[in-house]
């Protein structure tokens, strides 16, 4: 049942592609909780019409967004502002790797590729905190996130360069709190999510057995895409001011999880 924790807060939410998105989730939870949004994503991804099924079902408006390009970005946070005023939270769920989507090994990785992945899922958070810093376009205690994946710490071969990215997020995401809790108590954060069926992460190789593996481990079971949209409107309200600087795991236990029962049993 929706408490109405987040009632009057205005933000943008980045990459919602479809219903199995986290972003598509976190979307549904700030409505249900009394948020008003601007959804963006890249082109590319608004031509398949999906989002436009959320834009109504939320009353948000959509602007399309390249996230390595300042052009579009500064366009989306000025409309942003002209819709809203200043913000009050903002989601950043952007990723993608060449090399992953094309089944490149780590060891043979394109590297043309691999700038153009630091560029959208690393460099853009970068980008964006930029823009919103140069225009002055977060509110007092506003709250940034951004969604990240335990491969910044640890090794998971398959998931490529895409972990470095995810690293180098996870810094912008210190390095910026830093700067912006200083000027107007700005809280930003990362959430470390568990493997989730979503289009991007089922693109991984061996997504599947590794969900399977994750869910043994974790004590609590993998978190899914609603709970961690919970988690996140959590993070966004008025509940956690002095929360900042973090890399939150959401993930059921796993990061702290050796390993269990199941697994040994398995073995």
């Known amino acids: 049942m929706s408490k109405g924790i987040l009632t009057g807060k205005k933000g943008i939410i980045f990459g919602a592609l479809d219903s199995n998105s986290i972003a598509w989730k976190v979307a549904e939870q700030c409505h249900a909780e009394g948020a008003s949004f601007v959804l963006t994503n890249a082109p590319v991804a608004l031509r398949m019409g999906v989002i436009d099924e959320l834009a109504k079902k939320t009353n948000s408006k959509v602007i399309g967004a390249d996230v390595t390009s300042q052009e579009d970005l500064d366009k989306l946070v000025d409309e942003a502002l002209k819709e809203f005023g200043k913000l009050d939270f903002i989601l950043h769920s952007v990723g993608m790797s060449l090399n992953v989507r094309k089944g490149k090994a780590y060891t043979d990785l394109k590297h043309d590729w691999m700038h153009k992945t630091f560029d959208i899922s690393a460099i853009s958070f970068h980008r964006l905190m930029q823009t919103c ?77 590794f969900l399977n593996y994750a869910e043994k481990i ?37 990061s702290f999880t050796g390993v269990s029962n199941e697994v040994i049993e398995n073995m």
């Not at 988690?231 to 509940?239: K, P």
Request: proline share 4%; glycine share 8%; net charge positive.
């Open 218 to 254: 974790s004590p609590l079971g993998n978190a899914d895409a609603e709970s961690c949209a919970k988690y996140c409107v959590s993070l966004f309200s008025d509940y956690t001011k002095m929360v900042t600087m973090q890399n939150l795991f959401h993930d059921g236990g796993f």
């Open 133 to 209: 810093w140069k225009k002055d376009a977060l509110a007092v205690n506003a709250s940034v996130l951004a969604l990240t994946y335990i491969a910044a710490q640890r090794v998971f071969p398959d998931y490529n360069e895409m972990a470095e990215s995810k690293a180098l997020l996870e810094s912008f995401v210190r390095s910026f709190g830093y700067h912006y809790g200083k000027k107007s108590k700005v809280r930003i954060n990362s959430v470390s999510q568990s493997p989730t069926p979503t289009t991007a992460g089922s693109g991984v190789k061996g997504f599947d057995k």
